[in-house]
């Protein structure tokens, strides 16, 4: 998903974000980080299951639960991991953006005011 970023206006402040970086960032948050943590599940629930084989008794019963325990908060890690990662980047591009557009905005005020009239206009005097 690319990140939108609010351009300067000629001649404003220019807001100090790496959109770069934080378009890498969210890449890797939403196609990246879920995909490594199954990935390295995977060969885990392979080698619980090898190791199960042929054991019986109160110890494998305590295994299997810890194992899934592991399996339930690796996928949940995996999931809000991502989520709570690319939320986080989203909301410093956006407030990255709500500052690039105060910038402009007080750059346009600015040359406003100073393209306006700067002679007041003196007091007016009655007619004769």
Same mark, same amino acid.
């Given at each position: 998903?690319?990140?939108?970023?609010? =351009?300067?206006?000629?001649?404003?402040?220019?807001?100090?974000?790496?959109? *770069?970086? &934080?378009?890498?960032?969210?890449?890797? /948050?939403?196609?990246?980080?879920?995909? =490594?943590?199954?990935?390295?599940?995977?060969?885990?629930?392979? !080698? !619980?299951?090898? *190791?199960?084989? #042929?054991? +019986?008794?109160?110890?494998?019963?305590?295994?299997?639960? !810890?194992?899934?325990? %592991? /399996?339930?908060?690796?996928?949940?890690? @995996?999931? %809000?991991? =991502?989520?709570? %990662?690319?939320?986080?980047?989203?909301? &410093?591009?956006?407030? &990255? $953006? +709500?500052?690039?557009?105060?910038? $402009?905005? +007080?750059?346009?005020? &600015?040359?406003? /005011?100073?393209?306006?009239?700067? =002679?007041?206009? @003196?007091?007016?005097?009655? #007619?004769?």
């Amino acid at each position: 998903m690319p990140i939108e970023r609010v =351009s300067p206006v000629e001649g404003a402040r220019v807001v100090d974000f790496d959109y *770069a970086a &934080a378009e890498h960032a969210h890449a890797w /948050a939403t196609r990246t980080l879920p995909r =490594s943590l199954s990935d390295q599940a995977a060969p885990r629930r392979q !080698a !619980a299951r090898d *190791a199960g084989d #042929g054991w +019986e008794g109160h110890f494998r019963e305590e295994f299997d639960r !810890a194992e899934a325990d %592991l /399996a339930t908060r690796v996928s949940t890690a @995996g999931g %809000l991991g =991502s989520v709570t %990662l690319a939320g986080t980047i989203t909301r &410093a591009v956006d407030d &990255a $953006n +709500e500052r690039q557009r105060r910038y $402009n905005r +007080e750059h346009r005020a &600015a040359e406003e /005011a100073a393209s306006a009239p700067t =002679s007041v206009p @003196g007091p007016t005097r009655p #007619g004769p």
